[in-house]
């Protein structure tokens, strides 16, 4: 009987040990992961040559997806999923709102750009710039 309760509070102990080191363990990933602001500001250009800044991002629930038009299988594949997406939750594209930016704005002017999301859907916006200002926009939302 000593026996059968000093193993149960061992098990009790060892239990409660794991429980404490997943907490601190999930706590210390989540403030790795969100430890800092998300998004900054920004002025680019959208792929029909306007400027374009994080307000646009404001209004409705915004999908942004970071890419190039030289990517071979990656890219292009989400942009025609995104695209399904978009035409199955919002058929007539008045509830949310797409962009993709490149990370290659040295090879992706917005024309570029137009042509490439143009070729997949009329519901993205292609999103380009000085490397500089897209660097930055990259790094703000913390695009690896």
Request: aromatic share 10%; charged share 20%.
């Amino acid at each position: 009987m000593k026996t059968l309760r000093l193993v149960l509070w061992i098990a009790v102990a060892l239990v409660a040990g794991l429980l404490g080191w997943l907490t601190l363990e999930m706590t210390r990933t989540k403030e790795q992961v969100a430890g800092g602001p998300f998004g900054v500001p920004f002025q680019l250009v959208a792929q029909d040559g306007k400027q374009i800044t994080e307000k646009a991002f404001t209004g409705k629930p915004t999908a942004l997806f970071f890419g190039f038009t030289h990517c071979p299988e990656v890219c292009p594949t989400t942009l025609f999923e995104l695209n399904g997406w978009l035409d199955k939750v919002d058929p007539d594209g008045s509830k949310l709102q797409a962009y993709f930016v490149t990370v290659d704005p040295e090879r992706d002017t917005p024309e570029i750009i137009g042509q490439y999301v143009g070729n997949v859907s009329k519901r993205i916006t292609g999103i380009s710039g000085p490397p500089d200002k897209v660097l930055d926009m990259v790094k703000g939302y913390r695009v690896y």
